[in-house]
């Protein structure tokens, strides 16, 4: 003889508790929008410090060497590369952990900004991370005349090559896993 379990009894204060306290968890989820407000003002820092390095370069282009040059174009494109790194932060974050974005009204809004899934933001910021490291490295190998220092070159290298496998096992961790790839 098998005892039947007591029967489950609906407790409605229960049933109410349960249902403000999930509440309160899901509306928590602004408190992320701050930390997003956070970005894009230090976006406008960068944009600041973009503008001075761009007026620098500007000025001292014309009695600069080549590898001058070059090295002032890099120092542009990794401050894009990081400009570049927060709006994907801000927008996928944003988009999947605060609120969606109705991109309806913006008939210039890029199609990725709703469509990079938590999986797809990480592979997008290790390649963004991996080209800021690249463009570090290339900055130091284009003055490695001006200021040779082993030690140091060999910390940027091996920083980057472990950003490279860090990216390349992400990547072959959600691919293996059937997450998703880039968010399309």
Not at 25 to 45: D, I
Request: with cysteine; hydrophobic share 50%.
């Amino acid at each position: 003889m098998t005892k039947e379990p007591a029967p489950y009894r609906h407790n409605p204060q229960l049933k109410r508790a349960e249902r403000g306290f999930e509440s309160l968890l899901f509306n928590s989820r602004w408190l992320m929008a701050p930390f997003y407000f956070g970005l894009v003002v230090s976006l406008a820092v960068l944009l600041f410090k973009f503008c001075a390095v761009l007026w620098e370069f500007i000025v001292h282009a014309p009695g600069s060497k080549e590898s001058d040059i070059i090295l002032g174009a890099l120092a542009l494109i990794d401050l894009s590369l990081t400009g570049n790194l927060i709006l994907i932060v801000v927008f996928s974050g944003y988009e999947n952990f605060v609120s969606k974005i109705d991109p309806g009204s913006h008939p210039d809004w890029p199609e990725w900004m709703t469509k990079v899934s938590f999986g797809g933001l990480k592979q997008k910021l290790m390649a963004s991370i991996v080209a800021i490291s690249a463009i570090q490295v290339l900055k130091a190998f284009m003055n490695i005349d001006a200021a040779f220092d082993p030690t140091k070159l060999a910390w940027l290298v091996g920083v980057h090559l472990a950003f490279v496998v860090s990216a390349f096992m992400l990547a072959i961790s959600d691919r293996w896993g059937g997450g998703d790839h880039g968010g399309e």
